[in-house]
Structure formats: C-alpha cells, structure tokens
C-alpha cells in the first residue's frame, strides 16, 4: 500500500467516523447502554483495520462501517420507541441499597462487589453505607444515590416551612412515550383510573398525549405532554 492510497484511506476513515458518530447521535459518546458501548468500540476497530489494512479494500470498508452503524441505529430506534425493547437493550436499573440496607442479591446478579460498590459511593462524596438512603445502579453503570434525610441538603422541614408528606420512598415512573407502566402502579397500589382522574384535571385527555408521567414521593403526579414540548406540570393526588 502506497502512501497516497494510505493517507486517501486515513481520510475516509476520518469523515466516515466523524459522519457515523454525528448520526448515531450522543448516546455514542456517553455509553449509555451495551449495545452503545458495544458499537463504539467496533466502529473504531473497523476503522483502523480499514486504515492499516491493505487486504481490506475500501469499498469492503465502507460496507463494513455503514452497515454496522446501521444495526446501531435500528437498536437506538427500538431503544426510543418500544418500553419492552428498551429493557432487553438496555436493562432494568437495579436497587442495591434499600431503606439503608445492601441488597446483596442485587449485587450478586449485577456481579458488583462491595469494593466497586463502596468505591461508586465515594466519587458521589459518600463515605459510610450508613448515610444512604437509596442507591440505584444505573443501565449505563453509574450510581445514583439518595443519601438520608440527616444527610441532605437544607430542607424547607429544617427551615419551618410546611411541606407534604412524604407518601412513597422514591419517584415512581408511571407514563412513558404515551404508555402506561402497570407493573409501577401496582408498586404505589393505584391503579390506571387514578391516573386518569388526575390527568383529566390537568387537561390531558388521553395518556397517549402524555410524554412522561412520575409520581413524587408525596404522592403528586409530575407529567411533560407531548404537544409541543410543554413544560412540567405537577397534578396533586387527591
């Protein structure tokens, strides 16, 4: 391989990389799944082997990065559009510390040990287990946590200032992409009627129309409607 046909493949595999990376959108960037994860890492080994390579010829490199970029991109759409295809894509977040104590089942199955655990609670500046609430291990293997309540910020309950009780332990999605999730009503115990009564006195006619919909810790409903890009709006459970 020659050096003109060397720095002509350098630049394919430039452009064809930037271009690819630029479709497929951020999530390529954040590793925010497996198959996200999975893809970026080959995109690249394809495109280095088509630069080094002289046995690959550039239109078998081409193919090559196209047609993985492609399987990428349908996964992304099934990822976007289906509730059941984003969780065999992307999985489930899973709770590993609930109510201040370790779920080492959880643990087990994520194949997470105590020192990964303890060393995710660290870069969240949380020391001792004891000052956790909640910890969830996230589908992009990031750990979200909700330390307890003498370890959080300045509340309106520290300042004497009324607030609502707190009904559930965490915010519960309960609408996602216009559909509702009944494995997490039967987890608040209300069902799709109580739903609807509540969006009903939001002006939402329909659950199609909503975008997402979660229940807050005080029993509130914070839904975002699909019409153009509405802001938040919280309904008060009755």
Request: some cysteine; overall charge negative.
């Amino acid at each position: 391989m020659g050096i003109p046909e060397q720095l002509l493949r350098i630049a394919i595999g430039f452009f064809a990389l930037f271009l690819l990376t630029r479709l497929l959108g951020r999530k390529e960037i954040s590793e925010l799944n497996f198959i996200n994860f999975v893809s970026a890492i080959a995109i690249g080994s394809i495109t280095a082997d088509f630069v080094l390579n002289q046995n690959i010829t550039i239109l078998h490199g081409i193919i090559a990065l196209t047609g993985w970029a492609a399987f990428t991109f349908v996964m992304s759409l099934i990822d976007i559009w289906s509730i059941k295809g984003r969780k065999i894509v992307s999985g489930d977040p899973v709770i590993v510390i609930k109510e201040g104590q370790i779920v080492d089942k959880e643990l087990r199955k994520q194949q997470l040990d105590l020192d990964a655990l303890m060393s995710l609670l660290r870069e969240k500046n949380i020391f001792s287990i004891a000052d956790v609430d909640f910890a969830i291990f996230e589908t992009n293997g990031k750990l979200s946590v909700m330390p307890k309540e003498n370890k959080q910020p300045v509340t309106k309950m520290d300042m004497n200032i009324p607030g609502k009780s707190k009904v559930y332990p965490l915010p519960t999605e309960v609408i996602v992409d216009g559909k509702i999730l009944p494995e997490n009503l039967e987890k608040l115990n209300v069902d799709e009627n109580w739903v609807k009564v509540q969006l009903k006195q939001q002006g939402a006619d329909s659950i199609s129309n909503v975008f997402f919909g979660q229940v807050q810790t005080d029993g509130s409903l914070i839904i975002h409607k699909k019409e153009g890009g509405c802001p938040l709006t919280t309904i008060d459970a009755e």
